[in-house]
């Protein structure tokens, strides 16, 4: 080695070091603070070999090529990497809408998770705060894209079952993977964890079903049932109040998270060799730039699924609501909730938690209300009425989460139970065929107490 690459490599073991030393606050706890979705995200990344790049033999291209390897074969799902251009190929060469749905479906994937890992990249260099802002908000930044672009479509039922989907498969089915796959590697073997997050959590969620049931309740108390003009303009009104409760519940959520209690988020199951320390491996303009690059991506891409799951849908023989509810979710967050079963079978629940009930209490209180808002600037009419279905399933789930986490511990049958929820839901939806005509509508059509329920079942 020569005597220039040794001085290059003590300048970036002492970077690195200064970094370290930069990231560790008082009493030796993390700066970043890192959060359990960035350490669940982590699980599926792999280091780089830096060797490959010495390898080039024209030094000036080293750089670029090390900031490209690390970008896009720094995770292990990169081998869904080629399923971005094929979907864009697929869509203009006109292969099939049923294609571009897929393939879209796939690309996504790898996306979602580099966009955390870039989130984590910039927030060494910013802080724990503005680094716990990006994260809230680029932590579920395919749902909020995938709603975005199915709002300014009008598809409204596509919008409210992607987002309860989402917080459906966080409670239910990540959870109750997690716990049961950790169950049973661990069993008998204690399983314990920190009810302190959980209780935080389930009492936003519990927030969130009632700002999402009120209107719904009020559209049954004052029209029986029945839509009407006088009953969905007070239920429009009253779930955009709703909306800002729920937005200024989550704002304080954030400052009691990043401000007044971070000891309460920060995951306490830490390797004592520092395996799950964060290092910066790309530059901060690096990472702007790539995390814009990667957005525009997971937009172009989101924007295919919105389009195409009409057809996905008639071709599949599945109800769009049923698409929207249980795939789209799966697809959206499969890194970070790939990551939380991992973590479950190190015996590492305060992680799997808080990336799980961390993911439904970001879409329950910021995402479905920014929604509602972003809507009513555009002139569309989407309230928080999800329907009796939808809401009644939303409920259940809240309230069976929060009494299996009551007791601070965990067993393989919590898993079974959740996850045998999830099933019931699932094959709810699977049964129900709503009419085309709902997916690009607000739901008005829907009548459920009085009578027989206005939806064609298979």
């Known amino acids: 080695m020569s005597t220039m690459e040794s001085g290059l490599l003590r300048k970036h073991a002492s970077?690195?070091?200064?970094?370290?030393?930069?990231?560790?606050?008082?009493?030796?706890?993390?700066?970043?603070?890192?959060?359990?979705?960035?350490?669940?995200?982590?699980?599926?990344?792999?280091?780089?070999?830096a060797s490959l790049v010495r390898k080039v033999p024209f030094a000036p291209l080293r750089p670029l090529l090390a900031n490209l390897q690390e970008v896009f074969l720094g995770t292990k799902l990169a081998v869904l990497f080629p399923a971005v251009p094929l979907a864009i190929a697929a869509r203009y060469a006109h292969f099939?809408?049923?294609?571009?749905?897929?393939?879209?479906?796939?690309?996504?994937?790898?996306?979602?998770?580099?966009?955390?890992?870039?989130?984590?990249?910039?927030?060494?260099?910013?802080?724990?705060?503005?680094?716990?802002?990006?994260?809230?908000?680029?932590?579920?930044?395919?749902?909020?894209?995938?709603?975005l672009f199915a709002l300014m479509q009008g598809k409204i039922e596509v919008v409210k079952c992607s987002l309860l989907g989402s917080v459906l498969s966080n409670l239910l089915l990540v959870l109750g993977t997690s716990l049961f796959c950790g169950g049973i590697v661990n069993l008998g073997v204690d399983q314990p964890y920190d009810r302190k997050q959980a209780d935080v959590n389930t009492g936003l969620l519990i927030l969130g079903v009632l700002c999402q049931s009120l209107p719904l309740m009020l559209r049954y108390a004052v029209g029986a049932g029945e839509?009407?003009?006088?009953?969905?303009?007070?239920?429009?009104?009253?779930?955009r109040a709703c909306s800002i409760v729920m937005l200024l519940a989550y704002v304080a959520y954030l400052f009691f998270q990043l401000k007044t209690h971070?000891?309460?988020?920060?995951?306490?199951?830490?390797?004592?060799?520092?395996?799950?320390?964060?290092?910066?491996?790309?530059?901060?303009?690096?990472?702007?730039?790539?995390?814009?690059?990667?957005?525009?991506?997971?937009?172009?891409?989101?924007?295919?699924?919105?389009?195409?799951i009409e057809p996905t849908s008639q071709s599949w023989g599945l109800s769009v609501s049923f698409i929207s509810i249980i795939l789209l979710p799966i697809v959206g967050n499969a890194a970070e909730h790939a990551g939380a079963i991992i973590f479950a079978l190190k015996n590492k629940l305060d992680i799997t938690l808080g990336v799980a009930l961390g993911s439904a209490t970001q879409i329950s209180m910021f995402v479905v209300p920014l929604s509602v808002i972003v809507a009513w600037i555009a002139g569309i009419q989407m309230d928080l009425d999800f329907k009796l279905i939808e809401t009644g399933s939303l409920f259940v789930s809240v309230i069976v989460?929060?009494?299996?986490?009551?007791?601070?511990?965990?067993?393989?049958?919590?898993?079974i139970l959740l996850l045998l929820c999830y099933i019931v839901i699932g094959a709810c939806f699977f049964v129900t065929r709503q009419p085309s005509s709902h997916a690009n509508g607000n739901g008005a059509g829907l009548a459920v107490p009085t009578g027989t329920l206005n939806a064609q079942v298979a």
């Open 15 to 49: 970077d690195a070091g200064g970094l370290r030393a930069a990231r560790t606050g008082p009493h030796g706890h993390s700066a970043t603070a890192r959060t359990a979705h960035s350490m669940s995200a982590s699980a599926l990344r792999k280091k780089s070999d």
């Open 96 to 147: 099939g809408q049923v294609w571009v749905f897929a393939l879209s479906l796939l690309g996504l994937i790898p996306l979602a998770e580099r966009v955390s890992f870039l989130t984590e990249q910039i927030a060494i260099y910013t802080g724990p705060t503005v680094g716990g802002l990006l994260n809230a908000t680029c932590g579920n930044a395919t749902e909020l894209i995938i709603a």
């Open 227 to 239: 839509h009407s003009v006088a009953a969905d303009t007070t239920g429009l009104v009253l779930s």
């Open 262 to 308: 971070t000891q309460l988020f920060e995951p306490q199951d830490i390797d004592e060799d520092g395996e799950d320390q964060e290092e910066a491996v790309i530059g901060f303009g690096s990472g702007l730039f790539w995390l814009a690059f990667k957005t525009v991506l997971i937009a172009i891409l989101s924007e295919f699924v919105v389009g195409t």
């Open 401 to 415: 989460t929060s009494f299996t986490l009551q007791d601070g511990t965990s067993h393989y049958l919590k898993g």
